[in-house]
């Protein structure tokens, strides 16, 4: 079993910064792939961005390209998510969530482990 916690979230406004760390404990993740989710209330959970097991390959929402950045310490069993010129419509809960694949998926019923969750709040 890998258990998930995500940290980092908080109030910000539009323009801002925030940091997203996904820590993992019970297995290392090394050869897992990390995607970033966010559900926004009344909207679906979407796909933000992606990572492989070995890092080399990330994948973005278009909604957050050239804004948002992933990297992972697999030393630290970290994955971390980077959010520049934050958006008012960034605002949800960002999620992570692993499975052990070489590949990277982006629908979120590819994923077996999820954490519980950030709030990320951009204000206008």
């Known amino acids: 079993q890998v258990q998930l916690v995500e940290s980092g979230g908080g109030l910000v406004q539009a323009g801002g910064s925030l940091r997203l760390s996904c820590a993992a404990s019970g297995r290392t993740v090394s050869t897992y792939a990390v995607g970033w989710f966010r559900q926004a209330p009344g909207k679906e959970r979407e796909y933000v961005i992606g990572?492989?097991?070995?890092?080399?390959?990330?994948s973005y929402a278009d909604s957050v390209k050239g804004r948002f950045t992933i990297s992972r310490d697999n030393a630290k069993n970290t994955v971390y998510l980077q959010m520049n010129s934050l958006k008012p419509e960034d605002t949800a809960v960002y999620y992570c969530?692993?499975?052990?694949?070489?590949?990277?998926?982006?629908?979120?019923?590819?994923?077996?482990?999820w954490g519980q969750g950030t709030q990320v709040t951009v204000s206008s």
């Open positions: 990572i492989t097991q070995g890092g080399l390959i990330t």
């Open positions: 969530a692993a499975v052990q694949t070489a590949g990277l998926p982006r629908l979120g019923s590819q994923y077996d482990y």
